[in-house]
């Protein structure tokens, strides 16, 4: 038993082996951790070897970057190469691969494109070129959604005229009865993402009893994952499907209810498209009619095509990665033509993708 990454390797040895004790008496377990921070903290840990057999960790569509259709990449590269276009991004999405193309690649060719951590420097960029327009790309889950929100309504008390967001947020709650409703995955229960849960608090979770799977809300700090687990093996053994927070000094029962509210104020929920998945009712964000004119798809006339599933590059399995059909190592690209340097799929680009975890870090 390895626990040198645990910084109280006494107190994960105690859990280790009670989580052992209460698998016993259990069948085999399909645990998803929707977060991909929770998958990277797994893979760092090495956490799967030290777990019984009958335990298996798989990731989810917990990785924004990961789900964000090729279409979309395609439109924002195609936008960057407009002259007047200044393009505003988080850091992930740069290499992220599209149907055609990427915005790395359209760099190369002299598009202008600006990596930044918060949605509000996009508004300071655009006070900073009146003359050009600058589209912030709006990827990510009900986590970065706020951020959005609020930075789209301070644009509109600035009055900048120059500012627009593309849009591609998505939430998380919508995507969790898709995957139950899908039988081939076989989910025994969730590991509850901490960052989303600390939003929308634990009411949106209630339809996983309905659907009598339970979950567990839980932190990232080696010990919550353990707790995490824990609590999952109780909540099989007693057989009465429940969410339970085991994250409390973050997450309260109803969320942060000043984030909820700016996203309520700005955006509507949305039929949207998840990459490798497919279209997921109500699981996304689109920006309400009183702020549509900061609506990067209809300014500039962006056709987000939501009929069919964005294509995945050939031979590439994101798409059973996402939904925990296949681990990353059961790709057949992976960790030859896929890697880091080399990647093929959105999961080996995202700093939170399942396939970048498991080159890292191992099974």
């Known amino acids: 038993m390895n626990l040198s990454a645990f910084s109280d390797s006494l107190s994960a040895k105690k859990l280790l082996e009670q989580i052992r004790k209460r698998a016993a008496k259990l069948g085999p377990i399909k645990i998803m951790e929707v977060c991909g921070t929770h ?6 840990l090495g956490l799967r070897s030290l777990l019984p057999p009958s335990i298996s960790l798989v990731s989810g ?14 439109a924002a590269a195609g936008l960057a190469m ?61 986590t970065t959604a706020p951020a959005t929100a609020l930075s789209i309504a301070a644009a509109s008390d600035a009055g900048l005229e ?11 709650p ?20 901490g960052h989303v849960s600390a939003i929308i608090g634990e009411g949106p979770y209630r339809l996983l009893p309905e659907h009598g799977i339970p979950g567990v809300i839980t932190g990232f700090e080696p010990l919550d994952i353990l707790l995490g687990i824990l609590d999952i093996c109780m909540l099989l053994a007693e057989g009465t499907p429940r969410v339970v927070n085991a994250y409390r000094r973050i997450v309260k029962p109803d969320g942060n209810k000043r984030a909820v509210a700016a996203i309520e104020k700005v955006f509507e929920p949305c039929d949207a498209m998840w990459r490798g998945i497919g279209i997921i009712a109500g699981s996304g964000l689109a920006i309400r009619d009183t702020y549509s004119r900061f609506d990067a ?6 056709l987000l095509d939501v009929k069919e599933s964005s294509p995945q590059p050939p031979g590439c399995s994101c798409g059973l990665v996402l939904k925990g059909i296949l681990k990353p190592d059961q790709c057949p690209l992976f960790a030859s033509a896929c890697t880091p340097r080399t990647p093929i799929g959105p999961c ?16």
């Open 82 to 142: 407009e002259k007047r276009v200044r393009i505003v991004s988080y850091g992930d999405m740069i290499r992220v691969p599209g149907n055609l193309t990427s915005l790395e690649k359209a760099k190369t060719k002299g598009a202008k494109i600006e990596v930044v951590t918060s949605p509000l420097e996009a508004l300071a960029i655009a006070k900073q070129y009146p003359d050009e327009e600058i589209v912030f790309l709006a990827v990510g889950f009900e």
């Open 297 to 302: 798809s209809l300014r500039f006339a962006v």
């Open 348 to 363: 080996m680009v995202s700093s939170e993708g399942s396939c970048a975890a498991y080159f890292k870090y191992g099974a």
């Open 174 to 193: 919508p995507a969790l009865e898709a995957l139950l409703a899908d039988k081939d995955i076989g989910i025994s229960a969730f590991m509850l993402p």
């Open 162 to 172: 120059n500012c627009s967001f593309l849009m591609s947020h998505r939430v998380v």
């Open 39 to 44: 998958t990277m903290e797994i893979g760092r």
């Open 61 to 74: 569509p917990g990785c924004p970057v990961c789900v964000t259709p090729g279409d979309y990449i395609d």
